[in-house]
């Protein structure tokens, strides 16, 4: 295992050894059942455990609570998982409302089955996957991953999913396909935010085809153990552990293949402000404020000390080649 710490005290491992041994035993049984060939199985009980995870969302039910209390053992312990509480009621799902709260009070509505992701573009197997296929086509896994928000805080959070990577090898990309873009659902009738004109719905975000390869980019369908809650993306999202967490896209209904960088929901808002790349980064400050440091959600408080924020989130190691010889400041 290797464990690099910087001049701050903080320890930073790979994602994978950010999850405690300990922490999550009382639910492999259900991260197995979820990762194994009986991902149809999972699936049958979908519905039943979706009612579930949205009971579990209220305050001081759901057994994450309890569980998530657990530090990260010995030298990880700077690495506290997020309360899962705090996880699933401090969002930003612009489609159900600007608010923090909003999303948990709105997302109620969205109706997350039959759900289906139409994969287009410069691939050779293009089409509507169901979500049920999407779900079999690898085994899934646990992956504790840091989340830091443009905004300036951050959360650790448990997601259960699989490298997108093995659902773009699948699809088998063109010669010529150099990005990918995501589309978002805007359905006016059940997200009260897709009026508002904060963005231009749909939410659609981008990435560098070598970036959605990348074994860290990850389809999430679940957190804490759990079926994704509606507020934090069900029934599908992306997870990019090193950017910025607006590309990390939530309740996902289109992947395209395309040749050309693609237009992004928050770089046609403010193009001087969120960048393409949007790599975590405290050395480029968002014109507003600075980047520098972040606010851990459940660490607030009188007392609560900023944490640093690393460079590409804390996944320089795994991510740093990706843009060797590239000017940060250039491509932010
Ligand atoms: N996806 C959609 N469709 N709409 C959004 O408003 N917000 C993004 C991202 N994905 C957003 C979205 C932002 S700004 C962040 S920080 C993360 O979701 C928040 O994810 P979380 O609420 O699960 O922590």
Same mark, same amino acid.
């Given at each position: ?16 050894? *950010? ?7 009382? @639910? @492999? ?12 199985? %999972? ?8 009612? #579930?995870?949205?009971?579990?969302? %209220? ?16 030298? &990880?312990? #700077? ?30 509505? #969205? ?31 646990? @992956? ?8 300036? $805080? ?12 093995? #659902? *773009? ?67 599908? @999202?992306?997870?990019?552990? $090193? ?22 929901? $928050? ?49 320089? %190691? ?9 000017? &940060?400041?250039?491509?932010?």
């Amino acid at each position: 295992m290797l464990i690099k710490t910087n001049n701050q005290g903080f320890v930073h491992t790979i994602p994978s050894e *950010i999850t405690p041994e300990a922490t999550y035993q009382s @639910r @492999r049984s259900l991260i197995r059942l979820m990762a194994g060939g009986v991902a149809g199985a %999972a699936l049958a009980s979908w519905a039943a455990r979706e009612a #579930l995870a949205q009971d579990w969302a %209220a305050p001081g039910q759901h057994p994450a609570l309890a569980r998530s209390k657990t530090s990260v053992a010995g030298a &990880l312990s #700077l690495e506290k998982v997020t309360e899962y509480q705090h996880a699933s009621t401090y969002n930003n799902f612009y489609e159900f409302g600007t608010d923090k709260a909003d999303p948990a009070q709105n997302a109620h509505a #969205l109706k997350t089955s039959p759900w289906s992701v139409e994969i287009e573009g410069m691939i050779k197997k293009p089409g509507r996957y169901a979500l049920e296929d999407l779900l079999k086509l690898s085994a899934q896994e646990e @992956r504790v991953y840091r989340l830091r928000c443009v905004e300036g $805080w951050s959360m650790v959070i448990p997601w259960v999913g699989y490298s997108l990577s093995a #659902l *773009i090898k699948k699809v088998e990309p063109l010669g010529g396909a150099r990005y990918v873009e995501f589309v978002t659902l805007a359905d006016p009738k059940t997200m009260p935010g897709v009026g508002s004109r904060v963005l231009d719905w749909p939410y659609v975000e981008g990435l560098r085809l070598d970036e959605a390869m990348h074994p860290l980019t990850l389809l999430a369908f679940g957190m804490y153990g759990e079926v994704l809650p509606k507020q934090n993306g069900a029934p599908l @999202r992306l997870v990019v552990p $090193w950017k910025y967490g607006f590309k990390s896209v939530k309740s996902l209904v289109k992947i395209r293949f395309t040749d050309k960088q693609p237009a992004t929901a $928050w770089n046609k808002a403010a193009a001087n402000e969120y960048g393409f790349y949007s790599n975590v980064n405290p050395d480029v400050d968002h014109p507003r404020w600075s980047q520098a440091t972040e606010r851990r959600i459940g660490e607030d408080g009188l007392f609560a000390r900023k944490r640093k924020t690393l460079l590409f989130n804390g996944y320089e %190691a795994q991510v740093g080649q990706l843009y060797a010889g590239m000017d &940060l400041k250039k491509f932010f």
